[in-house]
């Protein structure tokens, strides 16, 4: 539809048609910023985004504002070097750490969406040796693993800690690694993803529970009774299926409230 | 009214007009529900029921749905095997951890209303050695028994953690014991019963209360001055009655929401 | 105006003219109960009183219900042996705990205001052997001293911790002593008296956010630099002054609700 | 305009046309007023000012009114050493505290805005010898120093901590010193500055949520990962950029809230 020159390789384009968005997945990515932003998972910051189910080489999300701030015109959508597909975003303010959808997309065919947030007491766990370990049944998919990336290991002293190149985006991916549904980012948040958004936006939520909890359990003090593998292994697989009953009321009194 | 076969017996049937429900009961359920997610001791998850005062075998429960989100269209009537008794609710999604209710309802007569939730600050005390133990006022029925349930000694490792079938509700059920007013469930939540709906209400709030307060004495250290037991039960006596007053508040504030 | 029989004293009442309570009074009793519930200093429990400017031997209070949802209608006269005035109140349900107020205002001609609360981080600090003493300079008046009421040794084991008598009301109001600000109560909440109603609810707020600064310097760990006696004093009278502003907000806002 | 004698030197007066405020800024102080009171970070108490951009000698702040009152008809014009210097604002009550203000613009020229709060977990590290230190990407500016002012030392025992002359103001702006963006008070808050209210106002709430996490982390355990000397320094420079992000969505939700 435009002739005009962009850095975006021809490729990457389409026809508006093309890229037109579902409306429905649009609401959906709405009302999952809105709903982590209510819930204090994200703050000012922080940024949701899920795969394109018609081109698994695309994802959508917000341009750069605040979660909670999100509507339905805001959404974009990027290719896997989260670059814009559509001429008519040329210019539309990005967020600088989209690289860590695209390259965890990439590198995780099975994740269909990814929640960055600053997750605020989730931060405390990385930054300290304890490691965060799923002790309440809906966050058992923290069995699958919660590895720490420290930006200071990947590319040495000085960073600002954001993932604002592809390169770091890949590091924080391979770190993720094949089977895990979060990485800690070391005085930072955390990344989480899943195989849907209304289960991405769950484990969000239920990351910062468990870290709570937990920190109230090291309170307590003593042993703190985990779940054991086999445990998070079979209530992560009922939680893929139990996420529908608090997305149906999150994405209803979000979408109620624009 | 209805001929089509069912999968229940006959004798949990009843016509329309016996099993219609009585508007007031069904508007403290719904009052029950959005109070306790109101006061975060229910989230998206959770459920309360109530035993149905003209017929001790059956009890009202919403369908299965966010409990901030129930409305009078949503409570059904179910038999103390959890099945529901009216065909009309044929087909209509129930929690899946209804058991827990009917096989609570079987066990103690003297209990007519029951909350299940995943009591946030209740939960670390569910895997920790430390007990749980009244040391407000209000949470005197704490010194009746807080037994923990550990499903993982109950049935063995490997379970998602949930009261999914007849015979775990039971086990639970034991576990509850014939005093307590709470069983704690590991890694999970709890199970709040009472003589009535407000005070199971009052006494699921509670419990939540006094496992931050007690969190808050642990944190400033030293012996805890808790509650003697001569003190739990004459002040669970005094709450008995006392629930009236908060339940009063929060029914009206709760239904005028709707 | 009625001639119908009353335990109470006849030299304890008036004509309905002398009784009439002044509304600018009662607006700012209204406002305080519902501003320390908004503050989460008051639950559905607790009560607030202020002594009648124009006989010192009488105090205003509301009839028994949750703080929250006093209104102007709720307002009644007491004497200090806490029983009401006006014949037309005869047979309304009193707070069971008034003999709190009664009975302080009859040890302490200097306390013009009463609040008794379950002041939530405040409880834990009754249980334990730490000193609750002030760190953040709006809470100087803790160090007029935080003694501890504990029932059991007043009265012996097995009472429901609750203030229910005017003996018990007594023995509170010696404890309180003549100089302190706040007694606590324990495993129940605690006292806090004022030499004006806007005083005295700015007291139960501070004091309820200085337990919390205090929790989290134990948390911290290491000696807690408190204010000393000489900057106690101080503080406590500025603030004397200084509450001014925050009651001038709190009350607008609270009215601004009803 | 006026003859009327005044104790202000005639040359802090200026017609009423050059006194006449930047509208757009005077709506920034009114929403950087409210969002910290929504935010949590001022209470009842508590300033925010910011130097005029037309003559670095002057500073606008609010009447003395609780910040989550403020409105454009509340915002003065002081001069540097914290007068009022329109005829018309002449018998208005002033924070009794606006020295902090305008002894910190004497000293730091690269300052353009202030906040004075009691950040309610910054008190507690006010009063512990745990230094504050950034570990969250957001508070890299903590990196430049959080130095404490103890006032006991700066005046001796007996103050009620609060700083009400300018001589306290210098010794306080003296504490902050040239480098740091925070100045720690004993028992009573903190100072934040920044080179633009946006930055300030984000930099007074991240300095709370560092606190926050802060606390956790001492909570969990263990050396703390703080962030290096290199990291805070590249974050801070990140975060005087990015701070435009959240303050359009805060500026926005303040002002529609009026």
């Given at each position: 539809m435009s002739a005009k020159a962009s850095p975006r390789s021809a490729a990457s384009r389409r026809s508006d048609s093309a890229s037109r968005l579902d409306p429905d997945l649009v609401d959906d990515l709405v009302a999952a910023n809105r709903t982590l932003a209510r819930l204090n998972v994200l703050d000012a910051f922080g940024h949701v985004s899920v795969r394109d189910p018609r081109d698994p080489h695309r994802y959508l999300m917000s341009r750069s504002i605040a979660p909670e701030s999100v509507?339905?015109?805001?959404i974009l959508l990027l290719d896997l070097d989260s670059?814009?597909?559509?001429?008519?975003?040329?210019?539309k303010l990005l967020y600088r750490e989209r690289f860590i959808h695209g390259e965890i997309y990439k590198a995780r065919p099975d994740v269909n969406a990814v929640v960055h947030s600053h997750s605020p007491t989730v931060v405390p766990f990385t930054v300290t040796r304890a490691k965060l370990r799923p002790l309440l049944h809906n966050a058992g998919f923290l069995g699958l693993g919660t590895p720490l990336f420290e930006i200071r290991k990947a590319v040495g002293d000085g960073t600002d800690l954001m993932i604002l190149t592809p390169n770091l985006g890949k590091d924080l991916a391979k770190k993720l690694g094949?089977?895990?549904?979060v990485v800690l980012m070391r005085g930072h948040g955390d990344s989480v993803v899943g195989p849907s958004l209304p289960n991405a936006v769950f484990r969000a939520y239920y990351t910062e529970v468990n870290a709570r909890q937990q920190l109230a359990a090291i309170t307590i003090g003593g042993p703190i009774n985990f779940m054991t593998r086999a445990e998070a292994i079979t209530s992560n697989e009922a939680m893929l299926r139990a996420s529908a009953r608090p997305w149906a009321l999150w994405r209803k009194r979000a979408l109620a409230e624009l």
């Open positions: 509507t339905a015109a805001d670059q814009t597909v559509d001429p008519k975003d040329d210019g094949k089977d895990a549904a």
